[in-house]
Structures are given as C-alpha cells and as structure tokens.
T-cell receptor, first 117, second 114 residues
Framework: AQKVTQTQTSISVMEKTTVTMDCVYE???????LFWYKQTASGEIVFLIR????KKENATVGHYSLNFQKPKSSIGLIITATQIEDSAVYFC??????????????WGLGTSLVVNP | EAAVTQSPRNKVAVTGGKVTLSCNQT?????MYWYRQDTGHGLRLIHY???????EKGDIPDGYKASRPSQENFSLILELATPSQTSVYFC?????????????FGPGTRLTVL
C-alpha cells in the first residue's frame, strides 16, 4: 500500500540557516511524483516543488531544493537561508504514475517549521 | 488572481441541517478534490471528480455527497450535518494528464456544526 511518512513533527531553526525536512514513501509503482507543499499560519496551502521519479537531478525552485534518494525511498526538502516567513507546516505528498487511478495524492502528516530571529 | 475559490469561508450550521460548500476553479483542470483537515490527521480526501458529471469516493466519503455540474464548479454537500463534521474543508484542482500533476488549493472553509 502507498504511504508517506514525515517523522519530524516540528523543527526550530535560527534565521538564515539551512534546514532539511525528511520524508519517506512506500510505493509499488516504478513511476511516481513527489511533492512538497507549505501551509501558512493563515491556512493557505501552496505547492512548492516537485520531483519526478525518473529524473536523476534534484529539483530546485528558489531557495527550496530536494534531496531525492530513490534507493532509500526518501525525498527531503532543503530550505537554504531560511527567513521568518518560512515558518509554516510543510507537507510531503506522492502521486503514482502507473495504470489505474493515479489522480489522488497520498499525504504525510506534516512537519511544523519555526524560524527564529 | 486566485484560481481556486471557495464559499463560504466560514459557516456555522446546526446538527441535522443541510450544508453546501462550493468551489470554483479557473485553472481549466479536469480533476477537482474535496479534503478535510483535522489536527493529527493531516489532509483526508472526501470526494473527487474527473470532470463535469463525475464524482468519486475518496477515503472518507461517509456522510458527504459531491456534485460536479461543470468543469469549473464542485460542491460538497452534508445532507445531515453532525458535530463530527466540524473541520476545515479544502477544495483543490489538478490536471489529469499533460505533465502538471500537482494540485492547487483553495483558501479553505471553516465549518462548525453545533
């Protein structure tokens, strides 16, 4: 069965440092897509970055990047030069790409990040 | 300009009453989704749709119905609301094919059932 696990429930860091949030996933599919979302204090859920399983290069968008370790079924989110406004809950999600109903996302429970001044 | 909107943003309902939550998207996405979010449970899928006229059961459909009258609109209906349905509800849209696999979310509706 598909599953996404975020083991860190909360992380606290100092501003301008780098933080890594962990996510491991389970899937039987050879093709899948991995996503990270951010939920702000106002409740808004925003798509941040995506990794396609067939791509070897780690995705990067702005100060977000991914550490994709396919043999370990792991997709870490790295935020460099953190800012106060990065304080939020971060969700990892997976979508399978094979035959069948692949429209759904499987979600982790989230990691709360607090960035301190 | 917001591509996924929800109404109402806040709703207080009475037990046994009927509640309709509405969602509109201008992304021209085929797929639309309804989730609820509760502390400790993350995002849980209630119903989703592949296009106008289609609705599919998600992981927790009991007590909810859905309606997709058009590409742009997707409603979640609570025929007989119960206090256990107090939650924050999110609508999302996503493409089914074409390389865009992520979902885009509305701002959420906070529902309180008394």
């Amino acid at each position: 069965a598909q599953k996404v696990t975020q083991t860190q429930t909360s992380i606290s860091v100092m501003e301008k440092t780098t933080v890594t949030m962990d996510c491991v996933y389970e899937t039987q599919d050879s093709s899948y897509f991995l996503f990270w979302y951010k939920q702000t204090a106002s409740g808004e859920i925003v798509f941040l970055i995506r990794q396609d399983s067939y791509k070897k290069e780690n995705a990067t968008v702005g100060h977000y990047s991914l550490n994709f370790q396919k043999p370990k079924s792991s997709i870490g989110l790295i935020i460099t030069a953190t800012q106060i406004e990065d304080s939020a809950v971060y969700f990892c999600a997976m979508r399978e790409g094979g035959v069948g109903d692949n429209s759904k996302l499987i979600w982790g429970l989230g990691t709360s990040l607090v960035v301190n001044p | 300009e917001a591509a996924v909107t929800q109404s109402p943003r806040n709703k207080v309902a009475v037990t046994g009453g009927k509640v309709t939550l509405s969602c509109n998207q201008t992304n021209n996405h085929n797929n639309m989704y309804w989730y609820r979010q509760d502390t400790g449970h993350g995002l849980r899928l209630i119903h989703y749709s592949y296009g106008a006229g289609s609705t599919e059961k998600g992981d927790i459909p009991d007590g909810y119905k859905a309606s997709r009258p058009s590409q742009e609109n997707f409603s979640l209906i609570l025929e007989l609301a119960t206090p256990s349905q107090t939650s924050v509800y999110f609508c999302a849209s996503g493409a089914r094919t074409g390389g865009t696999y992520e979902q885009y979310f509305g701002p959420g509706t906070r529902l309180t059932v008394l």
